[in-house]
Every structure is written in C-alpha cells, then in structure tokens.
C-alpha cells in the first residue's frame, strides 16, 4: 500500500504538469459577480457543487475508466469518454477537460510506456477524469482513496482560484479544506454507489457561469 500512496500523493499533487491551477471553473465569474465573496460563500459554492454538481458525474465516469481499464474493456474507456465529453455544458468547460486529459495521458504515457496503444485511441480528445481513472488503476490505488484524492484535488485547486481573486488568506484555505473533510467523505461513498441511470447532476449555476465567463472584460483564468 505504500507505493499506492506515494502514486496517489503524485496524482493529486497541484505540482501535477497539466495546468488545473489556470481553471477557476465558474469562481472567477461568481467573485466578479459578487456571489462569492468571502470564505464562507466560497466553502458553500464548493459544498452544494460536492453534492449536486457536474463533479459528482464526472468522479463517477473516473470510476468507470478505472473498473474499464483494469478489466481490459477498451470499448467501455472510449464510450465513457465521449459520453463525458457530450455532457461537457460549454466549450470552456469541455476544453479544460480536452487540455488536462491530454496533458495527464502525455505524462502517464512518458511513466508507463506499455499504454501507448490505448492511449492512441484516446488521444487527442480524453477528458481528464478518464486518464486519471487509468491512472489509478494502473498504479492499483484503492477505488475509495482514489476517489477521495480525486474529490479533494478539485476542492482544493477551487478553494486556491477563490483565495487569488476574493482575495482571501492562506489560513482561510485551509480552514476551508478542513470545514470540507465530512462532505467529502460522505460525497465520496454516495459516487461509489451510483448506478448507470443516476448519472445525472443539477449544476446550472456553473454553466451559467462558464457561458459567463468568456465575455467578462478581464480574467485571470482560462476558465
């Protein structure tokens, strides 16, 4: 189990090279807006995205890339990313996905040669939780704790966007990511026992905001 961590420690490392700290995912819109606007409206912001956002699908379909790859199911891998990259609500949304995806299967491809054949059937347009699926599954990280990685990897690379535009301090992040232990927790179990037909989430606030995001007159972040 301790090369499993120390794998899972790398993947979920905001040192990772594939650009997450660049996305704000709808935080750089909500602050210009004044939705967010101190801790405690960003923790909430990730809170009810945890619960009833896109991330629940998206950690979901990395789960199915991960039960896909271990069991050889090329097919599943492909069907699942396109399904994920059709749910993608705006462009900047499904680009993010697009350039994360390519960056991470570039990097594993470099680390584990032997997946150069799937990975050519992926590339160009694999979205980031299918390569990360892939990933855990070929480092044989535990489906719990990779899911959990992969949930608080996001949380904090939002709560970071939030601290750089609100702006907020250091201590505030952290304080937040702790407040986040038990809904990730809980989050963590609902996602392993979604089914197929419950693959569904209600995140129209971010899409809103990611339409938004493209027309605002200065911005920090790609998306």
Excluded at 194 to 219: I, V
Aim: overall charge negative.
């Amino acid at each position: 189990m301790k090369k499993q961590l120390l794998y899972l420690l790398q993947i979920t490392s905001p040192t990772l090279p594939v650009g997450a700290y660049s996305y704000s995912e709808g935080i750089e819109t909500l602050v210009s807006q004044e939705i967010i606007t101190n801790k405690e409206t960003l923790q909430q912001w990730i809170i009810q995205s945890l619960k009833f956002g896109s991330i629940r699908i998206e950690s979901a379909i990395m789960l199915r890339a991960y039960h896909d790859f271990l069991g050889d199911n090329i097919e599943g891998l492909i069907k699942w990313n396109l399904w994920l990259s059709a749910t993608r609500e705006t462009k900047e949304l499904r680009q993010q996905s697009w350039q994360m995806g390519q960056s991470l299967l570039k990097l594993l491809t470099e680390l584990q040669p032997e997946i150069k054949d799937i990975s050519s059937q992926l590339y160009p347009d694999c979205n980031y939780a299918v390569v990360f699926g892939i990933a855990g599954a070929i480092w044989q990280i535990p489906e719990h704790e990779l899911l959990l990685g992969y949930l608080q990897s996001w949380s904090s690379n939002l709560i970071n966007a939030g601290l750089r535009l609100i702006p907020l301090g250091q201590t505030d992040g952290q304080k937040i990511l702790v407040n986040l232990q038990n809904d990730l927790i809980q989050v963590t179990q609902d996602i392993l026992e979604l089914k197929d037909e419950d693959l569904r989430g209600w995140g129209w606030g971010l899409s809103l905001a990611s339409m938004q995001h493209e027309t605002l007159y200065t911005r920090l972040f790609r998306s």
